[in-house]
């Protein structure tokens, strides 16, 4: 591959493979750009390039229900301000309210100990969250 300087145009850089892999490739910047799977295939082989084309070809599929995914989980969060559980575990009234503790040795407990551990349930464990499975 050849590729020219921009300070003079003539002058030419004579590239071989990997440096134009790692140039125009494997490159952050090009994350979201065409893999150049024949360069992939001539450098490494036909079975690293099918990887490739396969991993290309999957990630592209994952977009879909990352976004999905992504709105399920924001549904799920916006669904705790609203919920009855998480209202009743959490508000201020319930600083009084003690648990009894599940052995005989322990102490028992009051119950907005357990709002975090309310809200994470509701979070993950809600009619939006079976949709998306």
Do not use: H
């Not at 065409?34 to 450098?43: A, E, H």
């Not at 009855?84 to 599940?102: I, L």
């Amino acid at each position: 591959a050849v590729v020219s300087t921009q300070s003079t145009g003539e002058e030419k850089v004579f590239l071989n493979d990997r440096q134009v892999l790692g140039l125009f490739w494997a490159n952050w910047g090009r994350w979201a750009k065409y893999q150049p799977l024949n360069r992939i295939r001539i450098y490494f082989g036909d079975t690293i390039a099918m990887y490739f084309a396969w991993l290309g070809f999957y990630t592209k599929l994952l977009i879909v229900p990352a976004i999905v995914g992504t709105l399920v989980f924001i549904i799920d969060i916006w669904s705790i301000i609203n919920n009855e559980v998480v209202g009743g575990v959490c508000k201020e009234k319930t600083r009084e309210v003690v648990m009894c503790s599940a052995c005989d040795g322990c102490e028992d407990d009051p119950l907005w100990v357990y709002c975090f551990s309310t809200y994470i349930s509701i979070a993950f464990n809600n009619g939006a969250s079976v949709f998306f499975a």
